[in-house]
């Protein structure tokens, strides 16, 4: 199997650009979930999906963030408009539901200028 | 909000001895699980501990969970180089599938 699949891994763009990070979870696995990752707030859950519905977007830090899961193999995070303080480590994890433990994929490197 | 809090935020060991990281959370919990992150790496898990259970082992990996004291600690034994990195708890409180993580443990494990 080959993982949770992200992409890109890198991205750097300018204050104000709309960024769109995507996610391919295990095949198999129905529930999804975006973390960020910072070293002033940590590992941070944004939004987590099961059945490709979304049930608790309570992570999500304001309404320049969005998140959609249109079918069970895909998944998007889009910001718009980009800030610098957006600037983090995305992680995308899935897992199958009932099952406890989560995969996580390599994650993106975003960097807002 | 963070739900784990880990001790000490920092590591650093010789190889062949043992490492042991701590974890305190807030609320009551279903299960308690532990990651590890290598550097620029997502997460893998490694271990995880039923909130009815006390102890578990898995290689050289061990770990208990004190549920009256809302704590629970990794023990890693005759650690490797290849140990270095960090640790995190994820504590499980049944909400669908959904952790929180602790703040992390960054582990050093000097040749």
């Known amino acids: 199997d080959a993982g949770v699949i992200q992409s890109p891994r890198h991205e750097v763009t300018e204050m104000g650009q709309e960024v769109t990070l995507r996610c391919k979870p295990i095949?198999?696995?129905?529930?999804l979930f975006w973390y960020r990752q910072t070293m002033m707030r940590g590992l941070e859950l944004l939004i987590y999906?099961?059945?490709?519905?979304?049930?608790?977007d309570s992570g999500m830090p304001e309404d320049r963030f969005s998140a959609k899961m249109p079918n069970a193999s895909f998944s998007t995070l889009k910001i718009q408009p980009s800030e610098p303080r957006d600037s983090a480590v995305y992680f995308c994890a899935s897992s199958s539901w009932g099952a406890e433990t989560q995969y996580f994929g390599p994650g993106t490197r975003l960097l807002v200028l | 909000s963070q739900q784990g809090e880990e001790d000490p935020q920092a590591l650093s060991i010789q190889e062949g001895e043992n490492a042991t990281m701590n974890c305190s959370y807030k609320t009551s919990i279903n299960n308690l699980q532990w990651y590890r992150q290598n550097s620029g790496r997502g997460l893998v898990h490694l271990i995880l501990i039923r909130s009815n259970e006390r102890e578990k082992h898995s290689g050289r990996l061990r770990v208990t969970l004190d549920t009256s004291k809302k704590s629970s600690s990794l023990l890693i034994t005759a650690s490797r180089a290849a140990d270095t990195a960090s640790y995190f708890c994820?504590?499980?409180?049944?909400?669908?599938?959904?952790?929180?993580f602790g703040t992390g443990t960054q582990l050093k494990v000097e040749l």
């Open positions: 994820a504590t499980d409180t049944g909400g669908g599938n959904k952790l929180t």
């Open positions: 095949s198999g696995h129905n529930s």
């Open positions: 999906f099961n059945n490709n519905v979304p049930i608790d």
